[in-house]
């Protein structure tokens, strides 16, 4: 019986291994060092960071860049060593002794599917936990405003909540709107407004609930003709009870990150909160961003396939012309991501089809090169 993982397997995996990850690093290289690289020695100069702490932001960094790096990286390993084997004549001889265009490209997929699976993991676990960490050495995200309307059975707004800042898990001149039940043709009338100095989100307010908890509280009580007729003073109030507390908090949290600092169960968390609330521009971007946390990753093994497709070339071709286009088809990719972004969270299109979108287009590509070819 041959064996599965043969001499030729062995060779092809080791040279697009190596060529990869040279690719890698030079791709890391050269996005790290203009800006960040120069940013964190600034800091450090000025005192900001200690030479350790600018280590670790600069380490804390890298994740997010190999979310990038890992298909660029396999695109351009896998061309440079198709097209030196297709310069040297040895893809010539391997197709000379019979072996078909899928067998030469087995131990590339097989390459390719790891790094997929890197990739995968970069952005559902190292790339959460590094902003987290970077969270945690440069301070909390602040956020300037955040609103919460609490609906009731009926979708009638009964209260809104609305959070002037919010930074470091500590919420700042919180203003409650208590709506009456009485509805004008435009508008709820509003019985009581709250203005709170501080508000914190307990997890555990005495019965087994979670609630927010307002300290330092003003209390203006409002009459059926809208004029104020009595103010009082409050050291707490507790506010948005259960799991209405939990949601509005994870919301609040959630909205002051960006996608690639959720790890995917708590991004498909925030996305069914997002979709109860009837955010609907919220709800489409962040799910077109879950399917691509599936998509891109799958970006590898195309990559891979039209990096071999692109070396492969004749004798005497310019080997420019294959790196050349490489390098427009990630260009296009990367720049056209924000314009399916935007056609999901407008609800143009489906999330599921902006996501699918750029990879469909990279197989496509990949059918007219092959055709092209004539492999």
């Given at each position: 019986?041959?064996?599965?993982?043969?001499?030729?397997?062995?060779?092809?995996?080791?040279?697009?291994?190596?060529?990869?990850?040279?690719?890698?690093?030079l791709?890391?290289?050269?996005w790290i060092?203009p800006?960040?690289l120069?940013?964190?020695?600034?800091?450090?100069?000025?005192g900001?960071?200690?030479?350790?702490?600018?280590?670790?932001?600069?380490?804390?960094?890298?994740?997010?860049?190999?979310?990038?790096?890992?298909?660029?990286?396999?695109l351009?390993?896998?061309?440079?060593t198709?097209?030196?084997?297709?310069?040297?004549?040895?893809?010539?001889?391997?197709?000379?002794?019979?072996?078909s265009?899928?067998?030469?490209?087995?131990?590339?997929?097989?390459?390719?599917?790891?790094?997929?699976?890197?990739?995968?993991?970069?952005?559902?676990?190292?790339?959460?936990?590094?902003?987290?960490?970077?969270?945690?050495?440069k301070?909390?995200?602040?956020?300037?405003?955040?609103?919460?309307?609490?609906?009731?059975?009926?979708?009638?707004p009964?209260?809104?909540?609305?959070?002037?800042?919010?930074?470091?898990?500590?919420?700042s001149?919180?203003?409650v709107?208590?709506?009456?039940?009485?509805?004008?043709?435009?508008?709820?009338?509003?019985?009581?407004?709250?203005?709170?100095?501080?508000?914190k989100?307990?997890a555990?307010?005495?019965?087994?609930?979670?609630?927010w908890?307002?300290s330092?509280?003003?209390s203006?009580?409002?009459?059926?003709?809208?004029?104020?007729?009595?103010?009082?003073?409050?050291e707490?109030?507790?506010?948005?009870?259960?799991?209405e507390?939990?949601?509005?908090?994870?919301?609040?949290?959630?909205?002051?990150?960006?996608?690639?600092?959720?790890?995917?169960?708590?991004?498909?968390?925030?996305?069914?909160?997002?979709?109860?609330?009837?955010?609907?521009?919220?709800?489409?971007?962040?799910?077109?961003?879950?399917?691509?946390?599936?998509?891109?990753?799958?970006?590898c093994?195309?990559?891979?396939i039209?990096?071999?497709?692109?070396?492969?070339?004749?004798?005497?071709?310019?080997?420019?012309i294959?790196?050349?286009?490489?390098?427009?088809c990630?260009?296009?990719?990367?720049?056209?991501?924000?314009?399916?972004?935007?056609?999901?969270?407008?609800?143009?299109?489906?999330?599921?089809?902006?996501?699918?979108?750029?990879?469909?287009?990279?197989?496509l590509?990949?059918?007219?090169?092959?055709?092209?070819?004539?492999?």
């Amino acid at each position: 019986m041959k064996k599965f993982f043969t001499v030729y397997d062995r060779y092809i995996f080791t040279q697009v291994l190596m060529t990869t990850i040279v690719a890698i690093l030079l791709f890391t290289i050269v996005w790290i060092a203009p800006e960040m690289l120069l940013n964190t020695i600034k800091k450090i100069l000025e005192g900001v960071y200690t030479v350790k702490t600018g280590v670790m932001v600069l380490i804390y960094e890298l994740p997010k860049i190999l979310g990038k790096a890992f298909p660029v990286g396999l695109l351009l390993g896998s061309l440079f060593t198709f097209d030196k084997l297709s310069k040297d004549s040895e893809l010539t001889i391997f197709r000379a002794v019979g072996m078909s265009f899928a067998r030469i490209l087995a131990p590339l997929l097989v390459l390719s599917l790891i790094v997929t699976y890197l990739c995968f993991v970069t952005y559902d676990k190292w790339i959460p936990y590094s902003c987290q960490k970077l969270q945690e050495i440069k301070g909390g995200q602040m956020l300037t405003q955040y609103i919460y309307t609490s609906k009731d059975k009926g979708k009638h707004p009964s209260q809104a909540v609305i959070v002037s800042r919010f930074y470091n898990q500590i919420m700042s001149d919180v203003i409650v709107m208590n709506f009456s039940k009485e509805v004008f043709d435009d508008l709820h009338a509003v019985s009581n407004i709250l203005v709170g100095a501080q508000g914190k989100y307990v997890a555990d307010c005495g019965n087994g609930e979670a609630c927010w908890e307002l300290s330092d509280v003003t209390s203006y009580d409002i009459n059926d003709q809208g004029i104020f007729h009595e103010i009082n003073k409050k050291e707490k109030v507790q506010i948005l009870n259960g799991h209405e507390a939990e949601d509005a908090y994870t919301i609040m949290i959630n909205s002051t990150k960006r996608d690639r600092d959720i790890n995917n169960k708590d991004l498909w968390h925030y996305i069914s909160l997002l979709k109860r609330e009837n955010l609907d521009e919220d709800y489409r971007l962040m799910l077109n961003k879950y399917f691509q946390r599936f998509f891109h990753p799958f970006v590898c093994v195309l990559l891979a396939i039209m990096g071999c497709l692109l070396g492969f070339s004749k004798p005497r071709e310019q080997r420019l012309i294959g790196f050349t286009i490489a390098i427009g088809c990630i260009f296009i990719y990367y720049i056209t991501l924000p314009f399916f972004d935007l056609l999901a969270e407008k609800g143009v299109l489906n999330p599921f089809l902006t996501a699918a979108l750029p990879p469909l287009a990279f197989l496509l590509a990949i059918i007219m090169f092959y055709k092209s070819k004539d492999l």
